[in-house]
């Protein structure tokens, strides 16, 4: 499913990141019969000095694993269609009170566009990926269609970053890790001197790193002080330095622990959690616990919606959905498709519903598609 048996040397690049992730796949391919080239991406300039992101270190180990490997390597810069489709995008939505996932649109304008349409002027067949996801090819009512399935290691599945994907792009793609776990990939790449066979995963996104958060958000978007109130009572509570810098469900950097209100069993006060914003008044509401029923919700919109086969799927129909990448499926339906709107209901609350998050659609093992929470 993840691969194509036999290259027949069939001309794919490969996209490297200077992880192990990618390293294997192109070692993979090279070992099927695919005529391999290896392409890493250029995709931040702002303050790429090291610290915080890994660009030169990460393209000195690329070199060395193409080395290794024999296959030839090309550097292209895409920091400006970054800036323009992914990070504005970022920035917008932040100020407008949501919290994006730019890996998401890094994926679907970058990686499988702009990538994908470089590899094609070098002549190439196919891109290929280290993501660990699977592209299956069936055939529908005498159409050729395109699925986008699980990886076999569910703890590292990436088809939630996926899922805006198009027919067209899948048709054009590779994912060989789709059916192997972490550890066999660390395997492969230790017994074949990779150098990068135990270099630690990255996290989180380029151009943040390991940074605070707030401190670089605030780089870009001025501080926008106003209240903090309790959405039971409507206490005043505080004082936030802007809505962008916060997220449902946020229980950290609220600054207002030590206030009294609902205790639990064992006589404990308990810590607030942020629970809805007013973008209009600049009010932060918060609640106490948890399991406090402002956080659960069994229903929710989506906007921007991406199904992958090219049509909607049934409302009505028991599917799975995740909320936000880490989440569990979910059994849901579609309750309504209309206007470029789909309404998802679950079947219990789910905890914490947080727009501008993705939700994508499952359908057993097959990603359906999924769009924005509004």
């Not at 294997?24 to 610290?51: C, H, I, P």
């Not at 304008?109 to 590899?119: G, N, P, Q, S, W």
């Not at 039971?232 to 509570?237: A, G, Q, S, V, Y």
């Not at 929710?300 to 991406?306: D, G, K, P, R, V």
């Amino acid at each position: 499913m993840g691969t194509i048996e036999g290259g027949d040397g069939m001309r794919v690049v490969v996209g490297m990141s200077g992880g192990v992730d990618s390293a294997v796949t192109a070692l993979l391919l090279k070992r099927q019969g695919y005529a391999v080239s290896g392409l890493f991406m250029k995709n931040w300039e702002d303050d790429d000095d090291g610290e915080y992101c890994s660009t030169r270190q990460d393209l000195i180990d690329v070199a060395s694993v193409c080395d290794v490997i024999g296959i030839d390597l090309e550097v292209v810069n895409f920091s400006r269609e970054y800036k323009e489709r992914v990070f504005a995008d970022f920035l917008a939505e932040y100020q407008a009170g949501r919290t994006p996932n730019p890996d998401v649109l890094c994926n679907s304008e970058i990686k499988f566009r702009c990538f994908l349409d470089h590899a094609m002027t070098l002549g190439a067949e196919r891109i290929a990926t280290g993501h660990y996801a699977q592209v299956r090819r069936r055939d529908n009512d005498g159409r050729q269609e395109y699925q986008l399935l699980k990886a076999e290691d569910g703890t590292k599945d990436q088809s939630y970053f996926l899922y805006r994907l198009t027919q067209a792009q899948l048709a054009k793609t590779i994912f060989p890790l789709g059916q192997y776990y972490k550890r066999e990939v660390r395997r492969i790449a230790r017994e074949a001197n990779l150098p990068v066979a135990e270099k630690k995963d990255s996290t989180g996104i380029c151009f943040i790193g390991e940074r605070p958060f707030r401190e670089f958000l605030m780089r870009y978007l001025p501080t926008q002080p106003g209240e903090i109130r309790a959405l039971d009572d409507n206490r005043l509570l505080g004082e936030h330095q802007g809505l962008m810098y916060h997220t449902i469900g946020q229980r950290k950097g609220l600054h207002i622990g030590g206030l009294k209100g609902h205790q639990d069993e064992a006589g404990e006060h308990e810590a607030w959690y942020v629970a809805r914003k007013d973008i209009a008044a600049n009010v932060l509401y918060v609640v106490q616990g948890h399991d406090h029923p402002a956080l659960g919700q069994t229903r929710l919109s989506a906007i921007e919606l991406n199904w992958i086969a090219g049509y909607a799927p049934r409302t009505h129909w028991v599917y799975s959905a995740k909320p936000r990448y880490r989440a569990v499926d979910m059994p849901c339906e579609i309750d309504a498709l209309e206007d470029g709107r789909a309404e998802i209901v679950f079947g219990e609350p789910q905890w914490a519903l947080t727009p501008g998050q993705s939700v994508v659609v499952y359908e057993s093992t097959v990603c359906l598609g999924g769009g924005i929470i509004a």
